[in-house]
């Protein structure tokens, strides 16, 4: 059934979200029509705020809708650009004096729960119905099949074109039960609408994908009262609202991810303006103008090469002028004289991975477009906004400064406290350069330097569905982390300390809760040496929250350590590498029962009795076992690690040993006896250059444990062994990477087996 054919004097449209060509022809029918009502795809709870979001806004701008409940949380935004035909529809239908609606049910609703963009087109859902018709018109996805089918072509015929295409994706695609829900929704508006309209035109804008349903819904007559739908409300437990927020051509694209179809914003945005021919002449040019400002050499012989390439790439694909792909791929052949390690995104249809190649980068980025949307100054703004502004002014923080900290002054602790608690709130602003960190020395100052950000007021308001208050928004949101995070004890160890640093002395209680409840049942090693580096920290230094020698760390504590030696003698992988995650878990253990021993009761002779077994268990990974000594050797128990590291001499266990032994010991290895550093070294000299090669990146990584400071020691004793007077620290720099030289000096003397086996070598220089 056609848009401009069906009953009852509704027509209907299906259009694609953010498309040119589909806001042109809403323009278009709305001057034709002069609708009495236009119902337009989007959440009905905001009918009431319509002077509000068409008021003189810079576009982009979005709804942003969060709801919060005891079973989940849910966070969405709903886009409008300048050429979407959802916001074309409403600022052309109040023009022409129609009546506005939206009709589809609220964001926060659970048939809306799996969309982060309300206006995400159906894609995934008519998948096999796109491969077809892609592979009859021989391009490569849906975005160039869009393109070829109605963003290039004459407006002449769109309506009927566009239902066409969407009858035959709808009629091969099964809508889930979301849709039918959303959809039998909507039809209650079109028929609450035509019997209101008592003749009188009335115009329906929706995603294409639900078209060929609304037809279907509403065409039983007037079987309905003059009633609007009843807008849904949230439970009574649930905190939820919407706010208008700016959005930013970035976010539109679907190169960055954006869930919507369209990608190249700024290009369609051109489309809008001026047509698809001048907008592929801008496109040329905005490419070139970003290169050279990247000093990318672009000639004018080029831009002639990558027009004439795109105009003919256009004849070739049936185009009347060039689109946006033939642009595209025109500039790749005139600009790119490398080959491509990866499949452009245009072609692909998936977002700009890593390692794309620059001018590829800097074309994207130009067909993105850098414009971000402004709100109206009269546009109401959650309480949260104020709220920021209000608490940054009483700190004395005005964003355009580095915030230096003293955090043992009242002030400034309380400055900290509050530019952590918008850091989780993730409110730019500020960026924290250095201050107390997870396994480092007590530190008392901080220092935080400005960050402005583009999106700052959009991300305060998107915040904002937590709570009217900073403390209030933190709060929610640490209590969501928690929940969502479970038995994850790494993650919540990072919350832990995120809350010790905000101040919320309650919330790190909670977290410690949840994670002593979930130590009991650990097994990643790695995650509960971080969760244990972090309460350990926290027990020791943490006078400025109180939680310093408190009886809940301590009992989590005493649990980790526990948990973590019974893990360490489970580990079996004879050939495994060093792994500095289990290693950096053993430290924590030993921390522990070095500085809270005692006034935790560990049990430092249980501990050296694992290490003992550990370090003589010849099924243990080499670094554990090396570890296991360092441990020992850390807590006063003197091993004999000369002989020790003689029985682990080969080329493939030695690096990984001493890594082990490092991690722990360093300190002990330097300040100590000698004796194991002169056999590491009399082991060294007896490779050959083979079985250094193979020892070299182990051992590399092993001596890496050291501070410079240390490392300097190292070389003196070295120095010492071998003679020579140059400076310790001439032992520890070199022109070239060490493992280069190693392999360099292999090479040599696989030529020089060479040379001699072939009688051309003597050895002597001949």
Do not use: K
């Amino acid at each position: 059934m056609s848009a401009t054919g069906a009953p009852g004097g509704v027509t209907f449209l299906g259009v694609r979200h953010h498309s040119p060509a589909c806001a042109r022809l809403v323009a278009a029918t709305v001057a034709r029509l002069r609708p009495a009502y236009v119902l337009v795809e989007g959440p009905a709870d905001l009918n009431g705020r319509m002077d509000e979001l068409l008021l003189d806004h810079e576009l982009p701008i979005a709804v942003f809708t969060a709801h919060r409940d005891g079973t989940r949380r849910h966070a969405s935004w709903s886009p409008f650009c300048a050429y979407s035909p959802e916001w074309v529809a409403l600022t052309a239908g109040r023009e022409a004096g129609a009546q506005l609606r939206f009709i589809d049910l609220p964001a926060w609703h659970p048939a809306l729960s799996d969309r982060a963009n309300r206006y995400a087109d159906a894609d995934q859902r008519y998948a096999e119905a796109v491969r077809r018709l892609c592979a009859t018109l021989a391009v490569d996805n849906v975005d160039a099949l869009w393109d070829h089918l109605f963003e290039i072509g004459p407006d002449d015929g769109l309506a009927e074109r566009l239902d066409t295409y969407f009858d035959v994706l709808r009629g091969e695609s099964a809508a889930g039960d979301d849709d039918t829900a959303r959809e039998a929704y909507m039809a209650r508006w079109v028929r609450a609408a035509r019997r209101r309209a008592a003749g009188r035109p009335v115009l329906v804008v929706t995603g294409g994908f639900h078209r060929p349903a609304l037809v279907r819904l509403t065409a039983d007559g007037d079987g309905a009262d003059d009633d609007w739908p009843e807008v849904p409300t949230p439970a009574p437990d649930a905190v939820a609202g919407s706010y208008l927020v700016p959005y930013s051509f970035r976010r539109l694209d679907a190169f960055v991810g954006y869930q919507s179809g369209m990608p190249s914003p700024a290009y369609y945005q051109r489309v809008w303006e001026d047509g698809p021919r001048r907008a592929a002449e801008a496109l040329t040019e905005a490419v070139a103008a970003r290169l050279r400002t990247r000093r990318q050499p672009v000639s004018t012989a080029d831009l002639i090469a990558a027009r004439s390439m795109a105009g003919g790439l256009a004849r070739l694909r049936g185009h009347a002028h060039p689109g946006r792909v033939d642009v595209l791929d025109g500039l790749v052949s005139a600009l790119v004289t490398d080959a491509l390690d990866q499949p452009l995104p245009w072609a692909t249809r998936g977002t700009l991975a890593p390692g794309a190649h620059p001018v590829v980068v800097e074309m994207v980025a130009a067909l993105s477009g850098d414009r971000v949307g402004r709100l109206h100054p009269d546009t109401p703004l959650p309480p949260l906004v104020h709220d920021v502004d209000a608490e940054l002014e009483r700190h004395r923080i005005d964003g355009r400064a580095p915030v230096e900290l003293d955090l043992t002054d009242a002030d400034d602790l309380a400055r900290s406290r509050l530019l952590h608690r918008l850091r989780l709130l993730d409110v730019p602003g500020h960026a924290r350069e250095s201050g107390p960190r997870v396994g480092a020395d007590a530190l008392l100052t901080e220092r935080w330097s400005p960050a402005p950000s583009a999106d700052r007021l959009a991300r305060v308001i998107e915040a904002g569905g937590y709570g009217p208050t900073v403390l209030d928004a933190v709060t929610a949101r640490i209590e969501e982390r928690v929940t969502l995070l479970g038995a994850d004890v790494d993650a919540l160890a990072t919350t832990l300390f995120d809350t010790a640093l905000a101040g919320l002395p309650e919330h790190s209680t909670r977290t410690l809760t949840a994670i002593a409840r979930a130590a009991g049942g650990v097994t990643d090693l790695r995650a509960l040496g971080r969760a244990l580096a972090v309460a350990l920290a926290l027990w020791r230094h943490d006078r400025l929250l109180g939680s310093a020698g408190t009886a809940p760390l301590g009992a989590l504590i005493t649990a980790a350590v526990r948990r973590a030696l019974w893990l360490v003698e489970g580990v079996r992988a004879v050939a495994a590498p060093a792994d500095p995650g289990r290693l950096t878990a053993l430290v924590a253990v030993r921390d522990a029962v070095r500085h809270a021993g005692p006034a935790l009761g560990l049990d430092r002779d249980g501990a050296l009795a694992v290490a003992g077994r550990v370090a003589g268990d010849a099924a243990a990974p080499p670094d554990l076992r090396g570890a296991a000594l360092g441990l020992a050797w850390s807590l006063g128990d003197v091993p004999d690690a000369a002989r020790a590291v003689r029985a682990v001499a080969a080329p493939d266990t030695l690096g990984d040993w001493l890594g082990g032994l490092f991690a722990l010991a360093r300190e002990e290895v330097v300040s100590g006896d000698a004796a194991l550093l002169t056999v590491v070294d009399e082991l060294l000299a007896s490779m050959g250059a083979h079985d250094f090669l193979v020892a070299l990146p182990a051992l590399r990584q092993a001596f890496g444990w050291f501070p410079p400071r240390e490392r300097a020691e190292v070389a003196r004793h070295v120095q010492a062994l071998h003679g020579g007077d140059a400076p310790p620290g001439d032992l520890l720099r070199l022109d070239a990477d060490p493992l280069l030289v190693a392999a360099a000096r292999a090479v040599e003397e696989r030529v020089d087996a060479v040379l001699t086996r072939e009688g051309l070598w003597e050895g002597d220089g001949t």
